[in-house]
């Protein structure tokens, strides 16, 4: 079946520094989203990606879709305290259901 | 606009006991999906169902679990004869369209502990 990989599972990073973290699908994907859970938390809707080499912002945050639709990245510009939880990747291909990566738990120190 | 209500937010239960898990989606979404997380880990997919059907179960183990959302009323997560490694949170979603392309909102969650 589908495998969304993502790295790293860690992160941490002084405040103010950059952050990314990567998702790798083993089969091509039609569309990959991504979330966010803050600590005790739930999940919550960052953005969809669709297209092939398709690139997003969201104010400090860049999302990118690789062009052959089986990686996707997501950046931070100059981190935020605001910015700590768990970012997952979510991918969906062919009759597969959306398929969770385990997530990148980004840590800041101030 | 309400979002996604999940109930209980706590449920503790004891090895072979049922736990029922409820989820009442957002208003105008008709397309739940049940999710668990262990600690430390990702969301594994359960279940995706709409009003009185299941759509896909691939992610349901064979025994014990069973799901439902009735024409009225939450959708319901059963768990039968629970055991401890059943413990983890279990999460709701809701969409408005289906075919798991529409953006998911999810609920707050029932962390289920079982002793």
């Known amino acids: 079946g589908q495998q969304v990989m993502q790295i790293p599972q860690y992160q941490h990073v002084q405040e103010g520094e950059d952050f990314t973290t990567y998702c790798n699908s083993s089969?091509?994907?039609?569309?990959i989203q991504w979330y966010k859970q803050r600590p005790g938390g739930h999940p919550v809707f960052l953005i969809q990606l669709v297209k092939s080499g398709e690139v997003k912002k969201q104010k400090r945050l860049t999302f990118q879709f690789g062009e052959a639709k089986k990686n996707s990245s997501l950046h931070i510009t100059a981190t935020q305290t605001t910015d700590v939880g768990t970012y997952f990747c979510a991918g969906r291909g062919g009759a597969d259901g959306l398929t969770f990566g385990k997530g990148t738990h980004l840590i800041i120190q101030p | 606009n309400a979002g996604v209500m999940q109930n209980p937010r706590h449920l503790v239960r004891r090895r072979g006991q049922e736990a029922r898990l409820r989820c009442s989606p957002m208003k105008g979404h008709s397309h739940v999906y049940w999710y668990r997380q262990l600690p430390e880990e990702g969301l594994k997919f359960m279940v995706y169902l709409q009003k009185e059907n299941i759509i896909d179960e691939s992610g349901m183990p064979k025994e014990r679990f069973s799901a439902e959302f009735p024409k009225e009323g939450p959708s319901i997560l059963r768990i039968q004869q629970v055991v401890r490694g059943d413990s983890a949170a279990y999460f709701c979603a809701s969409s408005l369209q289906g075919l798991y392309t529409d953006t998911q909102y999810f609920g707050p969650g029932t962390r289920l502990t079982v002793l």
């Open positions: 089969t091509t994907l039609s569309n």
